[in-house]
């Protein structure tokens, strides 16, 4: 297993678990001149055999019109894509902005002209279905919850933001109403953010009040979407100008909350705040994550959660590589490690991804956008899938049910090479079906040595097949 830096505290160790696959099998769109393009993150769908990441590129393309590069990631092919394009593109339209992938659809914002284009998603790839024009002057958060599609509209210097809220009709998807700001003001950026977590939508106003800009977040129940949201508990620790609400992140019982430019620690440092929903339905602080060290200008907290899990980076070009990890123990939340990325050409990640221990970073880099895969947890075969993800991904992998992939369980050396010709091959393969199911100590081609001549062997040997290294 390969050794990775890793920075705790001040000093740096070593961690042995993190590892990327290869950047070139994730690569990202270019602009028309060849120029690496720039993100703003995407969305990751878990499905039962495959994960789906989408990521906008969203000045990609010949007139900077912006594209969504659609990966298809299983364990042992990595990756598989394809692009979309806006089914009307325009000159910087920004097509790609914000990313929503359902089981059946997947949704995608155009930033700069206002519109959501609707694709249903199919075996040959997804089709265009429908385009939104909202009277919006930049659709900046988007999340689709069962029948009905949010769409946060924050940015106007005349209005304090609101949120588009569309029902699944027979004619497609129509705006039946607008979800104002509680106390309205201008550039409040009601709408910045937007999340739904259980029965309730969380709607983030970035900069709230507006004289101070501390922000806050409304808590709306989604039965009636009322005029009286409850507030999500002010942030303890934070500080200056924090923008707290310019990203939310949620799964189960968590919901994390971005501060970009919180100065609890230093200036515009930035910080995620973590808050558990107890069983009495109260929400509460659980964890407060600034950069490492506390560095200044960082932007922190972009964030992402999912089964206890969660991952905290910035996108600030100047602090972008390294990962923060945080865990839950009950309700109780702790940041656990930190994961330096060894790539020595990111310049910005812009956003991230988590799922079973393996972290997805789509960055910009001089040297070519890419999508960083990162293994936080065990990786016995090194690809940057996490063995818990490749588990969940095709559980057959694991046929002795011990949680390590059965290709992985062989010892030192070349031990499925039975007749020690250099060659793992046919007839080591006779010899060990030929004791198929055989118990005991000592048999040849019990590979691994756990007694038993079984499926796990068989793994083995097909994983090393061929010339021993
Ligand atoms: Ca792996
Ligand atoms: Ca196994
Ligand atoms: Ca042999
Ligand atoms: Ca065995």
Same mark, same amino acid.
């Given at each position: 297993m390969k050794l990775?830096?890793?920075?705790?505290?001040?000093?740096?160790t070593?961690c042995a678990?993190? *590892?990327?696959?290869?950047?070139d099998a994730?690569?990202?769109?270019?602009?028309?001149n060849?120029?690496?393009a720039n993100s703003?993150?995407?969305?990751?769908h878990v499905?039962?055999?495959?994960?789906?990441l989408a990521?906008?590129?969203i000045?990609?393309?010949v007139?900077g &019109?912006?594209?969504?590069?659609v990966?298809?990631i299983?364990?042992?092919?990595?990756?598989?894509?394809?692009?979309?394009?806006?089914?009307?593109?325009?000159?910087n339209?920004?097509?790609?902005w914000n990313i929503?992938i359902?089981?059946?659809?997947?949704?995608?914002?155009?930033?700069?002209?206002g519109?959501v284009h609707?694709?249903e998603?199919?075996?040959?790839?997804?089709?265009?279905?429908q385009t939104?024009?909202?009277?919006?002057f930049?659709?900046?958060?988007l999340?689709?919850?069962?029948?009905?599609?949010?769409?946060?509209?924050?940015?106007d210097?005349?209005?304090?933001?609101?949120v588009?809220?569309?029902?699944?009709l027979?004619s497609?998807?129509?705006?039946?109403r607008?979800i104002?700001p509680?106390?309205?003001?201008? *550039?409040q950026?009601f709408?910045a953010?937007?999340?739904?977590?259980?029965?309730?939508?969380?709607?983030?106003?970035?900069?709230s009040?507006?004289?101070?800009?501390?922000?806050?977040?409304w808590?709306?129940?989604?039965?009636?979407?009322?005029?009286n949201p409850?507030?999500?508990p002010?942030p303890?620790?934070?500080?200056?100008?924090s923008?707290f609400g310019t990203?939310?992140f949620?799964?189960?019982s968590?919901l994390?909350?971005?501060?970009?430019d919180d100065?609890?620690?230093?200036?515009?440092?930035g910080a995620?705040f973590?808050y558990e929903?107890?069983?009495?339905g109260a929400?509460?602080?659980?964890l407060k994550?600034?950069?490492p060290?506390n560095?200044?200008?960082?932007e922190?907290?972009?964030s992402?959660v999912?089964d206890?899990v969660?991952i905290?980076?910035?996108?600030?070009?100047?602090?972008?590589?390294?990962? *923060?990890v945080?865990?839950r123990t009950?309700?109780?939340?702790?940041?656990?490690e930190?994961?330096?990325?060894?790539?020595?050409?990111i310049?910005?990640?812009?956003?991230?991804?988590?799922?079973?221990g393996?972290?997805?970073?789509?960055?910009?880099s001089?040297?070519?956008?890419?999508?960083?895969?990162?293994?936080?947890?065990?990786d016995?075969?090194?690809?940057?899938?996490?063995d818990?993800? &490749?588990?969940?991904?095709?559980p057959?992998?694991d046929?002795?049910?011990?949680?390590t992939?059965?290709?992985c369980?062989?010892q030192?050396g070349?031990?499925?090479d039975l007749?020690?010709?250099?060659t793992?091959?046919?007839?080591?393969?006779?010899v060990?079906?030929?004791?198929? &199911?055989s118990t005991?100590?000592?048999l040849?081609?019990d590979?691994?040595?756990d007694?038993?001549v079984?499926?796990v062997?068989?793994?083995?040997?097909?994983?090393a097949?061929?010339?021993?290294d």
């Amino acid at each position: 297993m390969k050794l990775v830096p890793c920075i705790a505290g001040l000093s740096l160790t070593f961690c042995a678990s993190a *590892q990327l696959v290869p950047q070139d099998a994730l690569a990202l769109p270019t602009r028309s001149n060849g120029a690496p393009a720039n993100s703003n993150g995407g969305d990751l769908h878990v499905e039962s055999s495959r994960v789906v990441l989408a990521v906008g590129s969203i000045d990609a393309g010949v007139n900077g &019109e912006g594209t969504v590069r659609v990966f298809t990631i299983r364990p042992g092919s990595v990756a598989s894509w394809k692009d979309i394009h806006s089914p009307m593109p325009t000159a910087n339209g920004q097509f790609g902005w914000n990313i929503e992938i359902t089981d059946q659809e997947m949704f995608i914002s155009e930033r700069s002209t206002g519109k959501v284009h609707v694709f249903e998603r199919t075996n040959t790839g997804p089709i265009h279905t429908q385009t939104i024009a909202l009277n919006a002057f930049m659709p900046s958060s988007l999340v689709a919850h069962g029948d009905r599609l949010f769409i946060g509209d924050p940015f106007d210097s005349n209005y304090p933001g609101r949120v588009h809220v569309l029902e699944r009709l027979s004619s497609g998807w129509s705006v039946t109403r607008v979800i104002e700001p509680p106390f309205p003001a201008s *550039q409040q950026n009601f709408g910045a953010s937007l999340r739904v977590i259980g029965n309730q939508l969380a709607i983030a106003e970035g900069v709230s009040p507006v004289s101070s800009c501390t922000g806050r977040v409304w808590l709306y129940d989604l039965n009636d979407l009322g005029a009286n949201p409850a507030q999500l508990p002010a942030p303890i620790g934070a500080s200056g100008c924090s923008l707290f609400g310019t990203g939310i992140f949620a799964d189960g019982s968590t919901l994390i909350v971005r501060a970009r430019d919180d100065s609890g620690a230093s200036s515009q440092a930035g910080a995620a705040f973590f808050y558990e929903r107890t069983s009495s339905g109260a929400w509460q602080q659980a964890l407060k994550l600034g950069p490492p060290n506390n560095e200044s200008n960082w932007e922190w907290g972009v964030s992402s959660v999912r089964d206890g899990v969660a991952i905290v980076s910035g996108d600030r070009h100047d602090a972008p590589r390294i990962l *923060q990890v945080a865990r839950r123990t009950g309700s109780m939340w702790a940041s656990q490690e930190t994961v330096a990325l060894p790539l020595g050409s990111i310049n910005r990640p812009w956003g991230n991804q988590v799922v079973d221990g393996t972290a997805f970073l789509p960055y910009f880099s001089p040297d070519g956008s890419a999508v960083a895969v990162v293994a936080l947890d065990a990786d016995c075969d090194s690809d940057g899938l996490s063995d818990a993800l &490749e588990l969940r991904l095709d559980p057959s992998q694991d046929c002795n049910g011990d949680g390590t992939p059965d290709a992985c369980e062989a010892q030192a050396g070349c031990p499925t090479d039975l007749d020690g010709d250099g060659t793992t091959d046919g007839k080591d393969l006779g010899v060990l079906v030929s004791t198929w &199911e055989s118990t005991g100590p000592s048999l040849e081609a019990d590979v691994n040595g756990d007694g038993n001549v079984d499926c796990v062997d068989l793994a083995v040997m097909l994983a090393a097949w061929g010339a021993c290294d």
